[in-house]
């Protein structure tokens, strides 16, 4: 086995045996199951008896079917005096009493408590008191319940038709909203692993320097080996731990509730291109390597373990307005600050597939941004493994500019 091979096997196998490693997976699971299955959390572990609500209907209309009750909250109609139904709020026998008039063809509610309510409880009482409002102004138009319920949740069929004949047809809003919700698993997947990878490399190199282990290491070994061995495991190891998130998200997804986690995930998928997913795919592996490089300068840089937190910060903030920017166009995919971001290399992973996804971009703007990231990568490499060469072994102190400066002057 070469040289490079035995360092990217040790360098592997005692990552993957550590129990970060595990314990980063179970986090990541932990958070998209959090995400996913909200819900059924909320309802195991945070939801009580549901809200007891008294409805008294001083209208002349019916009101049983304008308040369903839910899992949250269960409405009951009393018939019982004012006073009466007042003193079993107090008594704890309801939680708020609803009164319920007329006032100029409008409907005006009253909610009467004795403990207050919580936020969440107020606006689902009131948002059902709204809906009831609107049903009840429709039914002074002499419909039936059922009619101004079927006017009020009736929707417009809506088709989209594209007269440019030279342009791709454009996405459907089903098709868009899919893309959101992959191009946001897209970033988060890039923010943590570049996170987490970046200063994984950057700590392992400044640790070897620190404790004078590299100068054993180049002893036998060139540095440009080292290098490559150094970003090839820690990849590899990237690519072993999506895919056993991937692996375990799955299962869970499978196995949970029916599989119903699974269904809606089909769904999104069925949404997509082929297409989006390879660029998808492409932007996160690139992006990734772009950061492992980079970090694996970083490390080569300082003089000690200490240092390497200072040396990752700007790259780690870079990481962090991308995504910030990939949040902030969700709501509206198409400003200029995400089109401007699409193309910067160290933050075009996280954006670019959202205008993919989101937006009805020409073929030619995701190849241009790829190719930028792909030139980048390229340039960074060459440019790292130069600098790798000269400052792995060279200690000075400083700032990370300072400690460029040295490396040109003692080296050149």
């Given at each position: ?27 990541y ?91 969440n ?75 987490s ?16 282990v590299l ?99 700007p ?20 400003t ?15 954006v ?36 790798y ?24």
């Amino acid at each position: 086995m070469s040289k490079f091979w035995l360092l990217v096997k040790q360098l592997y196998t005692q990552k993957v045996k550590a129990k970060s490693f595990i314990f980063s997976i179970v986090l990541y699971v932990a958070v998209i199951s959090g995400v996913m299955f909200w819900s059924d959390i909320k309802e195991a572990f945070f939801q009580s008896e549901p809200l007891q609500v008294a409805i008294l209907n001083e209208t002349e209309a019916e009101m049983e079917s304008f308040f369903e009750s839910t899992s949250d909250i269960e409405f009951s109609f009393p018939k019982e005096e004012t006073a009466k139904v007042e003193q079993q709020v107090i008594d704890g026998e309801y939680d708020a009493a609803v009164f319920v008039k007329d006032q100029d063809n409008s409907l005006a509610a009253e909610i009467a408590t004795f403990e207050p309510l919580t936020f969440n409880d107020q606006q689902g009482i009131s948002s059902t008191l709204q809906y009831a409002g609107k049903i009840y102004e429709v039914q002074q138009l002499n419909l039936t319940a059922e009619q101004a319920e079927k006017i009020l949740e009736s929707e417009t069929i809506i088709s989209a038709k594209n007269l440019n004949i030279e342009s791709a047809s454009g996405k459907s809003e089903d098709e868009k909203a899919a893309g959101i919700g992959a191009s946001f698993l897209v970033g988060f997947l890039i923010y943590s692993f570049v996170m987490s990878f970046l200063s994984m490399i950057t700590t392992d190199v400044a640790s070897e320097k620190g404790s004078r282990v590299l100068e054993v290491l180049l002893a036998s070994i060139k540095p440009s080996t080292h290098f490559m061995a150094k970003l090839t495991g820690t990849f590899l190891l990237a690519l072993t731990q999506i895919g056993a998130l991937l692996v375990v998200q799955g299962l869970l997804f499978m196995l949970i509730d029916g599989g119903s986690k699974w269904d809606m995930v089909v769904d999104i998928a069925n949404e997509l291109s082929f297409s989006y997913i390879g660029y998808a795919v492409s932007f996160l592996l690139l992006t990734i390597i772009l950061y492992l490089i980079l970090g694996a300068l970083l490390g080569s840089l300082v003089s000690k373990v200490e240092e390497s937190s200072q040396a990752m910060m700007p790259a780690m903030m870079i990481g962090i307005i991308g995504f910030y920017v990939l949040i902030s166009g969700m709501a509206s995919p198409d400003t200029m600050l995400i089109k401007v971001f699409s193309y910067i290399p160290f933050t075009s992973g996280m954006v670019m597939p959202l205008r993919i996804g989101a937006t009805d971009i020409s073929s030619i703007e995701p190849i241009i941004a790829m190719l930028v990231l792909i030139g980048t990568v390229i340039l960074m490499f060459l440019v790292s493994l130069s600098f790798y060469k000269r400052s792995v072994l060279t200690y000075s102190s400083g700032g990370i500019i300072q400690k460029i400066k040295t490396v040109l002057k003692v080296t050149t």
